[in-house]
Each structure stands twice: as structure tokens, then as C-alpha cells.
């Protein structure tokens, strides 16, 4: 199948020639790659570092001026070796997205500094800082799909941020998996779709996308088969529409993407103005355990009743809350992270049952179509209202944030040059409904909210 192009997630990591795209073996790869990469700047770094002490007490021995010596060895401090290369995983426009993150100062100093500490209490092995835990949620990066695509209708219990296991529904892309939101399904305008969806639960279901395709009950144990030509490029929400909203809320839900038939990389015919180098997909929703349970124990659940007791206790951006939705390490389908220059399109779908408001810092967002709409007043903003079943397109832009802070200051002309279109760390985005900030009825912040995050 056709690699998704600029599917953020996706784009693949080359590391001494041995490539890999994210799970548990991506993970192994990062910590073997981190620990000898601590292990080849501790030990040269540190003797720099000593070098410099060494240079700066004689200067002030022999009475000379120790500034010129201090930025000599900052320019030989901060300068920056290849840390990885990211290569998209497929072409578009004939363009090849491609990314080399480095390594910034601060990461230097820390590698380098453990290992002078090490150096200076004699310790027989260099020291290391340990890579952040990850808690195993890389393997539950939403794929993205297309061809003939099997989906099945599964159930399971899913851990919350706070240790809580609650059970839930959801699209899954083999027989035993589950996934909430479900897989991305994706293709291109005007291709044909066909997809195969299996109910393994003892209850009727469906797959309904409004507009294009509607299953029918699918009863337990049924498989139904779908034929559809993809619609108009965009954005779409696919759900059960059995017993409506009951079943989605509950966890059978996801996101179709469109592409242009034209192969570019915009998000719409004609919108050459608002090229992406990336694409992510947010499927936001929320949840209460006490109705979960009741499906668990296989009670009846009216729709009228659950829309007007329906009390959730969490909120979640691709099925995650609060810090395990905010990194790239424990969310690299969410959290997105680019180089300055290199806007992103995120495409945002309320699955809920409650209005959400994501906002943004560090840019303002454009909006660039609702509900399959292309807005012709595109308008520049830092919170997007979303409705539930709303489905929006904005462009991050990825600009150098107005507000930023270069420090420490540049010392020199040229290092100035360098560093002036260089802002790297996370801004978050979070929703401004209150009640979503939090999860567990009051552990804040570990609701709706994540990062984007500037990489150098």
C-alpha cells in the first residue's frame, strides 16, 4: 500500500543505516542510540570542559582577559553534531520531506556534564541520564490505513492516566485489537474504498459515515462487506450509529482522511496556498466510567438517558490524556513536532459528547474548513470551538513565536544570524472548556491537552 504522505507519526528514523518507524523496536533503538550517544560526548566533552577551567585560570593567572577564552570555548561547546535523520515515508508532489534534528546546547551540557562529574569523583563508569518512560504507549499509535481494509468491533479494557481501567469498545484493524478512536482510514478523492467490518461482540453494531455509507445493523458474529468511492478531499467522522450517540461515545469511532486526487500536499483542490508538510489527525472525546460499566455488563442503555446523565470523568486527544498525550515519546501520533518553516495540518474531529475549545500557544492556527466546508474567509485563530461531530482543518504554521526568547544572548554577529530563526521547545494546546483540563474528577492538568513542539 501506498505510504501516507507527511503522515507526521510515520516519518521513519535512520540511525547507522538500520531504519525504524516508532513501536517497541523504535523504542529499543532510541535508548541504545541515547546511551552511546552519552557515552561518546560524556567522556570528550568533559575533558573540553576541564580543558576550559584550565584556559580560564591561566588567563586570570597571568592577568590576561578571560572573555575571549570564554567565547572560544562556547562556540566549541555549542556546536552541533547530527543527532538523527527523519525521512518522510513518502513523496508528494515530487517533493521529499525530510528532517535532521541535532543536538541542541542544552543536551550537549547535560551529556557532557554528567561525564565531568563522573571524571571528577573518579567513578569507573561515565554517567548517563536515564530516557524518559514511555509506559508502553508507542504501541498504541492509531495506524493509518487504506486498500481493503478489515476492520472488527471489539471490546476491551483501556487504563486511564490515572491507573483506572475502564471498559470500552472500539474499531480494531485484526481480530483481537482494539482501538479507540479506530484506524485511520485514508485514500485519495475519487478512489474506490472497500472495507470488510466483523461485529465479534455479542450486540448489534454498525459503521456509518454520514452522507456515505451506512452498513445496516451488522448483528454478532456478522461480517458485512462495503464497496464506496471515496468522497470529496477532507475530513470525516466514521462511528456505529446503533443506538446513537451511546455507541460511539462509547469508544466505536474514528477518522477517515481524503487526500487530493492531484497527489500535492493540500488539504483541498485549489488551496496550493495552504501547502502542509505534515498531516495529523485528532479525534477528541470523553469518558464516563459509570456508563462503560453498565455496557460491560451487557445493560440495556437508552440514548435519551445517557445524553442527559452522561457525567465523564476523562478527556482524551487519540484515546490519551494529560502527560501521556503531550510527548513525543508516549504520543508521537499526537504531539506534533516540526522544524520551524514546516506547517503542519491538524485535522480536528469531535467524537464527544461535549463541546470542546482547543487552544493553542506559541502560534495561531488558520482555519481552513468545517464539516467538509472550505471556508472562504479563512481566519487566523488560537482557539478552535468544537461541536460535537464537528470535524475541522487548521494549518499550525510552524513560525518563530513572536513572544520568543533567545537566551542566552548571541555573543557574536554571525552566531546571532545562526540562532535568529531558532526557537526550540514545546508549547502546549489545551482545551479552554475547564471541566476537560482535568481527568478523575479533579487531577489536573492530565485532561485534553498536548504539545506541539519546535525541533532543531
Not at 231 to 238: I, N, V
Not at 364 to 389: C, S
Request: with cysteine; charged share 20%; net charge negative.
Amino acid at each position: 500500500a501506498e505510504a501516507v504522505p507527511g503522515a507526521g507519526y510515520l516519518l521513519a528514523e535512520e540511525v547507522g543505516g538500520v531504519e525504524g518507524a516508532g513501536g517497541v523496536g523504535g523504542l529499543a533503538l532510541h535508548g541504545v542510540r541515547d546511551a552511546l550517544v552519552g557515552e561518546a560526548a560524556a567522556l570528550p566533552l568533559a575533558t573540553l570542559g576541564l580543558v576550559v577551567l584550565a584556559l580560564l585560570d591561566g588567563a586570570r593567572r597571568r592577568g590576561q582577559p578571560a572573555a575571549a577564552k570564554a567565547r572560544q570555548a562556547s562556540r566549541l561547546i555549542g556546536a552541533r553534531a547530527p543527532y538523527t535523520v527523519r525521512e518522510a515515508a513518502g513523496r508528494a508532489g515530487g517533493v521529499e520531506l525530510s528532517d535532521r534534528r541535532e543536538i541542541s546546547r542544552r543536551e550537549v551540557l547535560r551529556y557532557g556534564g554528567a561525564g565531568a562529574v563522573a571524571l571528577a569523583l573518579g567513578a569507573s563508569g561515565l554517567v548517563v541520564w536515564p530516557p524518559p518512560r514511555t509506559h508502553g504507549a508507542a504501541e498504541d499509535i492509531i495506524p493509518w490505513i487504506s486498500g481493503d481494509i478489515e476492520l472488527f468491533i471489539n471490546d476491551g479494557l483501556v487504563e486511564m492516566i490515572d491507573g483506572t481501567p475502564v471498559y470500552m469498545w472500539g474499531f480494531g484493524d485484526s481480530p483481537d485489537a482494539l482501538r479507540t478512536p479506530g484506524p485511520v482510514i485514508w485514500g485519495r478523492q475519487g478512489e474506490p474504498f472497500r472495507i470488510s467490518v466483523t461485529n465479534n461482540l455479542n450486540e448489534d453494531h454498525s459503521f456509518f459515515i454520514d452522507g456515505i455509507v451506512d452498513s445496516g445493523v451488522i448483528a454478532p458474529g456478522e461480517t458485512k462487506h462495503l464497496s464506496f468511492e471515496a468522497p470529496a478531499a477532507g475530513t470525516y467522522l466514521y462511528q456505529d450509529g446503533v443506538n446513537a450517540p451511546v455507541n460511539r461515545v462509547l469508544g466505536l469511532h474514528g477518522a477517515m482522511v481524503i487526500m487530493v486526487a492531484d497527489r500535492t500536499m493540500t488539504p483541498f483542490p485549489g488551496g496550493d496556498q495552504w501547502t502542509f508538510a505534515t498531516q495529523w489527525v485528532w479525534v477528541l472525546n470523553e469518558i464516563d466510567p459509570a456508563w462503560s460499566g453498565r455496557a460491560q455488563a451487557d445493560l440495556p442503555i437508552d440514548p435519551d438517558e445517557f445524553k442527559r446523565e452522561f457525567l465523564p470523568r476523562y478527556f482524551t486527544i487519540n484515546g490519551r490524556s494529560g502527560s501521556m498525550a503531550s510527548h513525543t515519546e508516549t504520543a508521537p501520533d499526537t504531539a506534533v513536532h516540526d522544524r520551524i518553516g514546516n506547517p503542519a495540518l491538524i485535522r480536528m474531529v469531535n467524537a464527544g459528547l461535549a463541546m470542546h475549545s482547543p487552544h493553542f500557544h506559541g502560534n495561531h492556527v488558520y482555519l481552513l474548513t468545517h464539516n467538509g466546508e472550505v471556508l472562504a474567509n479563512v481566519m487566523w485563530k488560537d482557539n478552535i470551538m468544537m461541536m460535537p461531530g464537528d470535524r475541522k482543518d487548521v494549518l499550525l504554521p510552524f513560525a518563530i513565536p513572536p513572544n520568543a526568547v533567545h537566551w542566552p544572548p548571541p555573543l557574536e554577529g554571525q552566531q546571532f544570524l545562526r540562532e535568529l530563526g531558532q526557537s526550540e521547545g514545546a508549547f502546549p494546546m489545551h482545551c479552554h472548556v475547564e471541566m476537560s483540563q482535568v481527568a478523575g474528577g479533579g487531577l489536573y492538568p492530565q485532561g485534553m491537552l498536548t504539545d506541539w513542539v519546535v525541533e532543531l
